[in-house]
C-alpha cells in the first residue's frame, strides 16, 4: 500500500484565491512526522511545513497551514491568498520515527499547482 | 555555504562508466540522506547517515550503488558501471538529528547515454 497519497495531479488556482492540496498517509507508526516541499521548475526542494504527529495545534508557516486531521489519516496543505510564484510541484511527505532508526522521509508522487493571473 | 551544496550541478556518462556525486551537508547537521528523484516522480529514498555511520541502505537499488561519507561531513554517492535506468536527479538532504526538516541541494542531474 502506498504510504502517501496525494490523488490531484493537477490543480489550478485564481490569483488571491486560497488552495487545498491533498494528502493522506498510512502508518501504524504512533509517532511521525509529515512534511510539505514544493519544487519549482528549477528543481530545488524548499522546505514549508512540518507537522508532528503528537502536536496538539496544526502548524502554520505564513501562508502556509497543514489541516492535519488525525483520526482520518490526512495533512492536508493550505495555501491563502495564492501568489504566481506558487507555481509548482508540492510534495507530501512522512518520516515514521520508529523504522529501525531510520530517518528516511517517503514521499508522495506530487501535485502539481498552476496560479492563473 | 549556508546550504546543502551537491557537485556537479549536471553529469553525463556512457554507459558503463562508474560516477561520483559529492554532498557537502550544512555545517553541524548529523544527518545526512540521498535521495532519487525520477521525471515526474517524488523523491525515492536510497540511503541515510548519521555522522559516518550508514544507519539506512535499503534504498540503494543494487551493488552498483555505493555511499559514503568517512569523516561524518561530506558524502559521496558512487555507482558504478552505469545503466540507463540510472538516469535522474541524486539529491541529498541534511538534518539535525530528528529534524523538522530536511535541507536539500540543488541535486545533480545524471543522465546515461
Known amino acids: 500500500a502506498q504510504k502517501i497519497t496525494q490523488t490531484q495531479p493537477g490543480m489550478f488556482v485564481q490569483e488571491k484565491e486560497a488552495v487545498t492540496l491533498d494528502c493522506t498517509y498510512d502508518t501504524s507508526d504512533p509517532s511521525y512526522g509529515l512534511f510539505w516541499y514544493k519544487q519549482p521548475s528549477s528543481g530545488e526542494m524548499i522546505f514549508l511545513i512540518y507537522q508532528g504527529s503528537y502536536d496538539q495545534q496544526n502548524a502554520t508557516e505564513g501562508r502556509y497551514s497543514l489541516n492535519f486531521q488525525k483520526a482520518r489519516k490526512s495533512a492536508n496543505l493550505v495555501i491563502s491568498a495564492s501568489q504566481l510564484g506558487d507555481s509548482a510541484m508540492y510534495f507530501c511527505a512522512m518520516r515514521e520515527d520508529a523504522q529501525g532508526g531510520s530517518e528516511k522521509l517517503v514521499f508522495g508522487k506530487g501535485t502539481k499547482l498552476t496560479v492563473n493571473p | 555555504g549556508a546550504g546543502v551544496s551537491q557537485s556537479p550541478r549536471y553529469k553525463v556518462a556512457k554507459r558503463g562508466q562508474d560516477v561520483a556525486l559529492r554532498c557537502d551537508p550544512i555545517s553541524g547537521h548529523v544527518s545526512l540522506f540521498w535521495y532519487q528523484q525520477a521525471l515526474g516522480q517524488g523523491p525515492e529514498f536510497l540511503t541515510y547517515?548519521?555522522?559516518?555511520?550508514?544507519?539506512?541502505k535499503s534504498g540503494l537499488p543494487s551493488d552498483r550503488f555505493f555511499a559514503e561519507r568517512p569523516e561524518g561531513s561530506v558524502s559521496t554517492l558512487k555507482i558504478q558501471r552505469t545503466q540507463q535506468e540510472d538516469s535522474a536527479v541524486y539529491l541529498c538532504?541534511?538534518?539535525?538529528?530528528?529534524?523538522?526538516?530536511?535541507?536539500f541541494g540543488d541535486g545533480t542531474r545524471l543522465s546515461i547515454l
Open positions: 538532504a541534511s538534518s539535525l538529528v530528528w529534524g523538522r526538516d530536511h535541507h
Open positions: 547517515f548519521q555522522n559516518e555511520a550508514q544507519l539506512d
